[in-house]
């Protein structure tokens, strides 16, 4: 069965350090891999994706997220972390069943960013 | 549009009433999805729908809920008998031809007294 992994609930990081949100999945074949924030009373709002070629993605905000393959992880990082950054977290991954984007979730991590 | 609109933000009614959400994708978009976001979970996926027809139905919990995209645009997903357990955020999306990401609309909180 496919599936995703966020190990973390909450992530806690002080402005200006480096961040690291982790996600692992599970599929079988090549992933489709996402990440998205969201913020309080907001919907989701896509930061990036990958889904083949170079193994470090960057997307939005200054955001970006390796994947490796061997470790079917699919992390995502910041090298200096704002409080404006504090929002909650999901991974994605896409059924490969349909080939369209129904999306199989991670339960979400809290980043809080500390001033 | 310039985003995916989900009308109405909130909703709060009654055990056993009748409810529709709606949602209005980003203009151009022939994929469209409905997602559940339960408290303290990721969405999980309910419908897709490709232009009017409802390519993919295997997220819907029961036979209480339903969804129609009659024009190929806008969409509305009804919940008949409603439950407590019902109570969630409604969440809609859309996609282009193709395209590898969706776009999320802000949500429906629906809660269930």
């Known amino acids: 069965a496919q599936s995703v992994a966020q190990p973390e609930d909450q992530v806690n990081v002080a402005e200006g350090n480096p961040l690291t949100v982790k996600c692992t999945y599970s599929?079988?074949?090549?992933?489709?891999l996402f990440w998205y924030v969201q913020y309080p009373n907001r919907g989701l709002q896509f930061l990036l994706k990958?889904?083949?070629?170079?193994?470090l993605v960057k997307g939005s905000y200054g955001f970006e997220a390796e994947f490796n393959k061997s470790q079917t992880s699919f992390h995502l990082k910041k090298p200096s972390a704002l409080v404006s950054d504090s929002a909650l977290y999901f991974c994605?991954?896409?059924?490969?069943?349909?080939?369209?984007?129904?999306?199989?979730f991670g339960a979400g991590t809290r980043l809080a960013v500390h001033p | 549009g310039a985003g995916v609109s989900q009308t109405p933000s909130n909703k709060v009614t009654e055990k056993g009433k009748y409810v529709e959400l709606r949602c209005d994708p980003i203009?151009?978009?022939?994929?469209l999805y409905w997602y559940r976001q339960s408290l303290g979970q990721g969405p999980e996926f309910l419908i897709y729908?490709?232009?009017?027809?409802?390519?993919?139905d295997s997220g819907l919990p029961n036979d209480r809920f339903f969804a129609v995209r009659p024009e190929g645009s806008v969409s509305t997903l009804k919940i008949q008998r409603t439950e407590r357990g019902d109570s969630a955020v409604y969440l809609c999306?859309?996609?282009?031809?193709?395209?590898?990401?969706?776009?999320f609309g802000q949500g429906t909180r629906l809660t269930v007294v």
């Open positions: 999306a859309s996609s282009s031809q193709g395209a590898s990401e969706a776009f």
């Open positions: 599929v079988s074949g090549n992933p489709y």
């Open positions: 990958y889904i083949t070629g170079d193994n």
């Open positions: 994605a991954v896409r059924d490969v069943s349909g080939g369209y984007n129904k999306l199989i």
């Open positions: 203009s151009g978009h022939t994929a």
């Open positions: 729908f490709q232009g009017t027809g409802a390519a993919d």
